[in-house]
């Protein structure tokens, strides 16, 4: 993928994972939690990374590194933290994604698997969206939809979403980069 992209995460980085291996370039990742197993598969990948505990400070370092290399989307994988106004603001408009697992505007925020099974949903599933000042609130990119099965524990639901998050991110990432580049 010509278009470069960078990554904010917190955790794992099994989203990060599935984007690398789909081939998508990323620029560099950066995280908020300096123990993030998400920053030692980008190491292993050879893709630069940045951590810092305080949140102002690694957001004043990533706008320094979206121009120093060029970056056209900002891919929110497992980033648990709410963005700043200033530092959404200063980018621009849908230049910010997010996954979220649930249909969203439901089940916003930490938790949302944890939610939809106490709620006894019958329906969950994946958001993918365009990231604004509040919390999961931004325009609906893509959404796709899973049953919620009576076996069904937060493991094995969570296990089901991720599945589809690993495909879906990566090809809605890579929709968002071709229609970038046709504009």
């Known amino acids: 993928m010509c ?29 908020n939690n300096p123990k993030a197993l998400g920053l030692k598969i980008a190491k292993n990948e050879n893709i630069p990374i940045y951590s810092c505990n305080n949140i102002s400070d690694l957001e004043e370092e990533v706008l320094k590194l979206i121009i120093k290399y060029d970056v056209k989307l900002l891919v929110l994988a497992g980033y648990m933290k709410l963005l700043s106004k200033y530092f959404v603001k200063s980018l621009p408009l849908k230049f910010i994604v997010n996954i979220h697992p649930s249909l969203l505007p439901k089940y916003k925020g930490m938790n949302a698997i944890k939610q939809a099974l106490e709620d006894c949903a019958q329906y969950t599933g994946v958001t993918i969206h365009y990231v604004d000042e509040g919390m999961d609130s931004g ?11 009576e076996i069904d524990t937060l493991e094995t639901l969570k296990h089901r979403l991720q599945l589809i998050e690993h495909r879906l991110y990566s090809d809605t990432i890579k929709s968002i980069l071709i229609r970038n580049l046709q504009n």
């Open 139 to 149: 325009s609906i990119i893509k959404q796709e939809i899973i049953k919620i099965n």
């Open 3 to 31: 278009y470069n992209i960078a990554v904010l995460l917190s955790g794992n980085g099994s989203n990060l994972k599935a984007i690398i291996d789909k081939g998508i370039k990323v620029s560099f990742v950066a995280s």
